[in-house]
């Protein structure tokens, strides 16, 4: 039998452990339900506006007399806020690498908890002509850039407290506040059909006056991530983190970037262009897309979960992979199941567009992200990639708009097996960050530590602590 040699091993690791326990910190579970929290709020509020658009927005807020123009500029509005996202994300990204991450998770929750109420309180079309449209696109732009700068934030603070062998599964935690949020959201929007006019779409938006105020009280106790503080401590602290990590690191930020979009441009046509293309195909009324979008949303808050779990035992590739390619098996089928016009077969896409497919790749990508960038640079790397893609995810209801107006529905359909094919060429040249040598060596440091006389007493590199583009 051939002898297996130890990886090589950073002679370092173990005084990182010292500071960052190999199991993770004390606080570990409550940061990760705290930014899971946060992100459940902010999704509320940014999905809810996705599903007003598609609902609402066009005649609400725009000329009623051409309904196709009128979803056009209402999707362009939904489109401005991901356009901005990036800008958000680089300043939060920024902030979170020089001051902390927390200073930046609670100030992002506030930013779009009011933008949020405000939209709730603009006036419409009828009543003010071409401003109404104004107004909203300048609420847009903010709640664009509040979410821009959260998901950073949020996913570093989890990702640099959770235990080393189970980032998958804390990150997942976090990012299963996004299909709780979808959730509410449309929990909200199917209790206020019964409301009628502009109440119907007035009151979700003003109910999350009363989410931003626990989330806010909660984010406020948790606490800062401890490899921030320990940069702070030894003065190691980027001097600008955004230059740093354009030069060293762009070839990741390209490959995260792809990556991204299969799972947030996928969505935008298998659930955000899918709502309107159910209403405007008479498939079904709106009571049953919103039930559709919540049993998939409920589904999908365990299944993120799950995703994540899963990266932690096999590794963040090989799940990609599953999703990106399920993504582009799944385009003709999609459409195909929806076209029947039967209740029980538009929940039955919803669930596997959004708890398979998106959810596939979306629990993935809080631990992989964040183990492709340096500590030092990590929030402005992940949120930089996480946000560039939402230019692409935002105007695809757009996009996908137009061409279901040349093409019909297999116009859409293509474009989300082009999404796909994207997403799996990017997983297939992106390195894995969590893979069997990785687990391997974690699996003796912990047997290092637990017995501290035992021979052969060599650290290893912690999983993520180091930059490779």
Not at 61 to 86: C, E, H, M, Q
Not at 369 to 396: D, H, I, N, P, W
Request: hydrophobic share 50%; aromatic share 10%.
């Amino acid at each position: 039998m051939t002898e297996r040699h130890p990886p090589v091993r950073d002679p370092h690791l173990e005084e990182v452990a010292a500071w960052h326990p190999i199991e993770g910190t004390p606080t570990k579970k409550k940061v990760a339900i705290g930014c899971s929290v946060g992100a459940t709020i902010e999704t509320y509020d940014f999905i809810g506006f996705g599903i007003a658009a598609a609902l609402y927005f066009n005649t609400a807020f725009f000329p009623a007399d051409d309904p196709l123009s009128g979803t056009l500029l209402s999707f362009a509005t939904l489109g401005i806020g991901f356009a901005v996202r990036p800008l958000g994300g680089i300043i939060g990204g920024y902030l979170g690498d020089k001051i902390g991450r927390k200073p930046v998770l609670v100030a992002s929750l506030l930013l779009m908890g009011i933008a949020t109420v405000l939209i709730g309180c603009l006036p419409t079309y009828q009543q003010v002509g071409i401003w109404a449209g104004v107004l909203l696109v300048l609420v847009r732009v903010v709640q664009g850039l509040a979410f821009g700068a959260e998901w950073g934030g949020a996913i570093l603070m989890c990702f640099e407290h959770a235990p080393w062998r189970k980032k998958g599964l804390y990150t997942g935690i976090t990012q299963a506040g996004f299909p709780v949020g979808l959730l509410l959201a449309n929990l909200a929007f199917l209790v206020s059909v019964p409301l009628g006019g502009s109440w119907a779409w007035r009151v979700p938006f003003l109910l999350s006056a009363v989410l931003i105020v626990v989330g806010i009280v909660i984010r406020l106790k948790v606490e800062e991530s401890p490899e921030f503080e320990e940069l702070k401590e030894e003065g190691e602290i980027s001097g600008n983190p955004l230059l740093e990590v354009l030069r060293d690191d762009w070839r990741n930020i390209l490959r995260a970037f792809c990556l991204r979009i299969t799972e947030t441009a996928g969505y935008a046509v298998s659930v955000t262009f899918m709502l309107s293309y159910v209403a405007a195909e008479e498939l079904a009324d709106r009571s049953v897309t919103l039930t559709a979008t919540m049993i998939a949303a409920g589904i999908g808050i365990v299944a993120t979960t799950y995703w994540g779990a899963l990266t932690d035992r096999i590794g963040r590739r090989p799940v990609y992979l599953f999703g990106t390619a399920l993504h582009v098996l799944w385009g003709i089928p999609l459409f195909l199941t929806v076209n029947t016009g039967a209740a029980v077969a538009i929940v039955v896409a919803f669930v596997i567009s959004y708890a398979v497919c998106q959810n596939s790749l979306a629990g993935v990508q809080g631990a992989w992200f964040s183990e492709l960038f340096a500590t030092k640079t990590r929030t402005t790397g992940a949120s930089l990639a996480y946000q560039m893609s939402a230019v692409v995810s935002g105007f695809t209801p757009l996009i996908t708009t137009a061409l279901y107006a040349g093409y019909g529905w297999t116009g859409p359909a293509l474009l989300f097996i082009g999404y796909g094919v994207l997403g799996l060429v990017a997983a297939l040249v992106t390195r894995e960050t969590w893979g069997r040598v990785e687990r391997e060596e974690v699996a003796a440091l912990e047997r290092t530590l637990a017995d501290p006389s035992a021979p052969g007493r060599h650290p290893v590199r912690r999983p993520g602590s180091m930059s490779g583009s």
